[in-house]
């Protein structure tokens, strides 16, 4: 396993579509995060995960943002009835909850979405 | 409330030695982070530090003072691939809350 991965890598849709992101962890790792990134800022913290209980959710942008992660391994984001201002970077990471690394999160590519 | 300033951009010189700060104020603290991030790319992880006092990897070192709320991230015998943004972020609970970031650029 050599990171972690998201898919799509580039999505365009037009507004009032809703979209789905994947998020594949590090196969160690048990915790994962959702962010979103725009032009000139830093990324923004969305949701958590450890295993499969979504422990922190207050802080999705709104109820048309949903997360999932049903067997504790791989995540979806999902955006309902898009919006143009929900362009963005969409970043997950992952950490592990022991070692050396214990409070590391390592970030997949992002999702760069385009809401025309 | 989250409120983490850093310098929006910096130039320095390659092969010089830059500082880029950052100030924090926070509703929790967990440990401070610095990410690298390039243009189009995902942030990569640089330095932690949860108690006061210098860390050094390598040509980085990171600072952090608690008391002060104030963190800087030191890039020593810069080269022209450190040209990037360097994010600042604070871990409160299970989030990190990130800066904007400092976009430095390395100049021959």
């Known amino acids: 396993d050599t990171g972690v991965s998201q898919d799509p890598r580039h999505k365009i849709t037009k507004r009032g579509q809703n979209v789905t992101f994947r998020c594949d962890p590090i196969?160690?790792?048990?915790?994962l995060y959702w962010y979103r990134q725009t032009l000139g800022q830093g990324p923004e913290f969305l949701t958590y995960?450890?295993?499969?209980?979504?422990?922190?959710k207050s802080r999705l942008l709104s109820d048309r943002f949903s997360a999932e992660r049903p067997k504790g391994s791989f995540s979806t984001l999902e955006i309902q009835r898009t919006e143009q201002g929900d362009s963005a970077m969409y970043l997950c990471?992952?950490?592990?909850?022991?070692?050396?690394?214990?409070?590391?999160?390592?970030f997949g590519p992002g999702t760069r979405l385009t809401v025309t | 409330g989250q409120n983490i300033d850093q310098p929006t951009e910096m130039t320095a010189t390659e092969g010089a030695i830059v500082q880029i700060n950052c100030t924090y104020q926070?509703?929790?603290?967990?440990?401070l982070f610095w990410y690298q991030q390039h243009a189009g790319e995902a942030p990569t992880f640089l330095s932690y530090n949860v108690l006061d006092g210098l860390e050094e990897k390598g040509r980085f070192s990171s600072f952090l003072s608690r008391s002060k709320g104030y963190s800087y991230l030191l890039l020593k015998e810069l080269q022209m691939k450190d040209s990037a943004s360097y994010l600042c972020?604070?871990?409160?609970?299970?989030?990190?809350?990130f800066g904007k970031g400092t976009s430095l650029l390395v100049t021959p």
């Open positions: 196969s160690e790792h048990n915790r």
């Open positions: 990471a992952s950490s592990s909850e022991q070692g050396a690394t214990l409070y590391e999160q390592y």
């Open positions: 926070t509703s929790g603290f967990n440990g």
């Open positions: 995960f450890q295993n499969e209980a979504q422990l922190e």
């Open positions: 972020a604070v871990r409160s609970g299970y989030a990190l809350n």
